[in-house]
């Protein structure tokens, strides 16, 4: 009887070793979960999310929300397999591997660079969109937005420069100039106009060929958009591109003066460019799960990432609105405020 009791002790001792062995062993993964539903009308830390100067803006009852994906694990966080093995009987988390949002080849400091980059440049394009979309007129100048070291126009254009014109043709925007460009033969001189701290500079560069067999020198093009009201969005230390088209709403209803909600909750995740597409994005299972916590009762997806809406665990729970253009959400927000036409609005199927 003792030595029964001395092997089942044994044994226990044992189990509990594993056990606590496999909950200290790190594993290659992350854990994504529902994260937070940010009310663009609203505000964050003590301020506004958006902020408008240079026009009048308005209050009105309702919500826009942006969501967001909480991601554990990663480089400097310890994953452990127990967990890990959590997360992925949860309904509402997700195991994903660490290299689909933290790429090996690079590091976390540049990661978190090109997260806030792609905030800052989301916020742009949102403002443009709207403004598009009011019918409210902004100008835009193509600028060097980078040079590639050892490439035919380095030496002869700096970052920051406005293209002002491509072999004597006026060019307004990125497009205009990377077309005119792309007109060329490879091996041509291309003559830029050149605009750098109030002088204008005349440089020629010789192009080559790019991998694709077309014309380049070299150049990476922006375009620097010129709003007639100052718009500042406060999300905090939240990044990445997928609000998009939240915003561009948000900033819309602030500068309507009746307002897109008619009081409803509407959240949503997609990107946004200056000309009103919207694009995919991914984490949208969790994010329809934060928009359900919210009080949503709406969720705008993007029609790319539309796949991803039919298993999360809020599906069934939510109304989920198809979204390509950022005037296909107006349109939806407009059937919502007034009541008529909801049984036509686009569907993920």
């Not at 009105?60 to 310890?78: D, F, I, K, N, W």
């Not at 799960?289 to 790319?304: C, I, K, L, N, P």
Request: include cysteine.
């Amino acid at each position: 009887m003792l030595r029964r009791a001395r092997t089942l002790i044994v044994a226990l001792l044992l189990l509990v070793a594993l056990a606590v062995g496999a909950s200290l062993l790190p594993v290659p993964y992350l854990v994504a979960s529902p994260g937070v539903a940010l009310n663009t009308l609203g505000e964050h830390e003590g301020e506004e999310v958006i902020r408008i100067e240079g026009r009048r803006s308005y209050d009105h009852e309702g919500g826009l929300a942006m969501v967001t994906v909480q991601y554990a694990g990663g480089p400097g966080a310890r994953m452990d397999l127990f967990t890990a093995l959590g997360a992925w009987l949860s309904p509402t988390n997700a195991v994903l591997p660490e290299e689909a949002v933290f790429p090996p080849d690079r590091s976390l400091d540049e990661i978190t660079e090109s997260q806030s980059m792609q905030m800052d440049d989301s916020q742009q394009a949102a403002v443009a969109a709207a403004l598009t979309e009011l019918g409210i007129d902004y100008d835009t100048s193509a600028i060097v937005a980078g040079v590639n070291e050892g490439g035919p126009a380095e030496g002869r254009v700096e970052v920051g420069d406005v293209i002002a014109k491509v072999d004597g043709e006026p060019v307004s925007d990125k497009e205009e100039a990377v077309e005119l460009v792309r007109d060329r033969e490879v091996g041509d001189e291309v003559a830029l106009t050149v605009e750098r701290d109030g002088r204008t500079r005349e440089v020629t560069v010789t192009s080559t060929e790019s991998e694709e067999g077309e014309p380049l020198i070299g150049v990476m093009v922006g375009n620097d958009m010129d709003f007639p009201v100052e718009v500042d969005i406060s999300v905090g230390d939240i990044g990445g591109p997928s609000a998009g088209m939240m915003f561009a709403l948000g900033i819309m209803d602030r500068l309507s003066p009746e307002g897109l909600t008619g009081g409803h909750v509407i959240a949503g995740s997609g990107t946004i460019t200056p000309e009103g597409e919207v694009g995919g994005v991914s984490g949208v299972q969790q994010k329809m799960v934060s928009a359900q916590r919210q009080g949503a009762e709406y969720f705008f997806v993007a029609a790319e990432s539309c796949s991803q809406t039919l298993d999360s665990a809020a599906t069934g729970e939510i109304e989920v609105v198809r979204i390509e253009r950022l005037s296909e959400a107006v349109d939806a927000l407009e059937a919502i405020r007034t009541g008529e036409g909801l049984q036509d609005l686009p569907r993920c199927e």
